[in-house]
């Protein structure tokens, strides 16, 4: 392989505290349905003032500080359209403001895996959603 494929592969592998890019890539996805049913069963539960989040310690090694899946529930938002809207407001809030997350999560040497909820009925705007993910953040750092 040439040393530019390398460098890219490296660049979206690995994950380094001093080149954090406000990116969201698959790998920091949560896709796992183990471990998803297994943080359901075992797994801690806070309430935000718009999520409900689900988490716990990573039970394998991963690529990032921290895996996240993002929900929003079928009976409060009927139209497919609405819970993207929504999910997708979700995730880029979470993506332009995980990096105090991830700095301490590197400095405990922690990694942990969560499931974010929307919890209401009622379309959020940007600014709330990204509000609460602030404070979901924060009570994440405090909580690990």
């Known amino acids: 392989m040439s040393d530019g494929i390398v460098i890219r592969i490296l660049r979206t592998c690995c994950f380094d505290m ?3 890019r406000e990116t969201f890539n ?4 949560l896709c796992s349905t183990k471990i998803i049913s297994g943080l359901f069963e075992n797994g ?3 309430h935000s003032s718009l999520f409900k989040i689900v988490w716990g310690i990573s039970p394998v090694s991963l690529p990032y500080p921290a895996q996240v899946t993002f929900s929003v529930s079928k009976r409060g938002f009927r139209l497919a359209v609405t819970r993207n809207l929504v999910k997708r407001r979700m995730r880029e809030a979470y993506r332009k403001n995980k990096k105090t997350l991830y ?3 590197v400095s405990a040497n922690i990694q942990i895996v969560f499931v974010v909820i929307l919890k209401g009925t009622v379309v959020p705007d940007y600014q709330t959603i990204e509000k609460s993910m602030l404070q ?3 009570k994440l750092i405090i909580l690990t």
């Open 136 to 138: 979901m953040i924060n």
């Open 44 to 46: 801690n539960i806070f």
């Open 18 to 20: 001093n080149t954090i």
């Open 26 to 29: 698959k790998s920091e996805r």
């Open 103 to 105: 700095e301490h999560l």
